[in-house]
């Protein structure tokens, strides 16, 4: 494992299922991610780059082999641990947006920074200030399901960073997109990933 990586896997290995249903999505994944890099893995639906993504945002666990994310072994914290862990340091775009449906687009962008104890109005400013860069503020007060595709998946990318995260990590985030807004979208991610010396790592079947 490259000492210098912000990420690194080792020799991972992920099944499903039991006995004659098992299937192993991943085996002996070794993986270096060194800090500011941008990495996209791609691959066709079904190769596992959706699961490789949530173990290494600590969002599922894997049978063997060692994770480190940020400089810290993470392969056998907490479920507590790792969720405050990743509330601090991992920014995670899901395909589908995964909104919170009662909450406004600016309550949803300001939850990281709420569950971290930021106070309200700061959490409020940092979250209006994102949803202005995405051309979005206008969308502000209005709830998902008032929100177009495209704008839900640019909020929920400003909801991914607002917490300024070392680690960005994309699942197919232009895959309900058009190419238009997935070029700005994708552009807009870039800078800002620079700006802050930001780790970004994209999976997504789309070269």
Request: hydrophobic content about 40%; charged content about 25%.
């Amino acid at each position: 494992m490259n000492g210098d990586a912000i990420i690194g896997l080792e020799n991972v290995e992920k099944t499903y299922g039991f006995g004659n249903n098992a299937f192993r999505v991943l085996k002996n994944i070794s993986l270096s991610v060194n800090a500011g890099e941008i990495v996209s893995v791609v691959g066709p639906s079904g190769a596992g780059k959706s699961t490789l993504m949530n173990i290494i945002g600590c969002l599922d666990g894997f049978e063997s082999g060692r994770l480190a994310v940020g400089g810290r072994d993470v392969t056998n914290h907490s479920v507590e641990t790792l969720s405050d862990f990743r509330n601090r340091h991992i920014g995670f775009i899901f395909q589908l947006h995964n909104l919170l449906p009662e909450f406004t687009a600016v309550e949803n962008v300001m939850m990281p920074l709420l569950i971290r104890r930021v106070k309200k109005s700061e959490a409020r400013e940092r979250a209006m200030r994102l949803l202005r860069r995405f051309n979005i503020e206008d969308r502000a007060h209005h709830k998902p399901a008032e929100m177009s595709g495209g704008e839900c998946q640019r909020a929920a990318v400003a909801r991914a960073i607002v917490g300024d995260p070392d680690i960005i990590l994309a699942d197919e985030p232009t895959g309900s997109l058009d190419r238009a807004n997935s070029q700005m979208l994708v552009e807009t991610l870039f800078e800002i990933g620079k700006e802050r010396d930001a780790t970004i790592v994209i999976v997504t079947h789309d070269s």
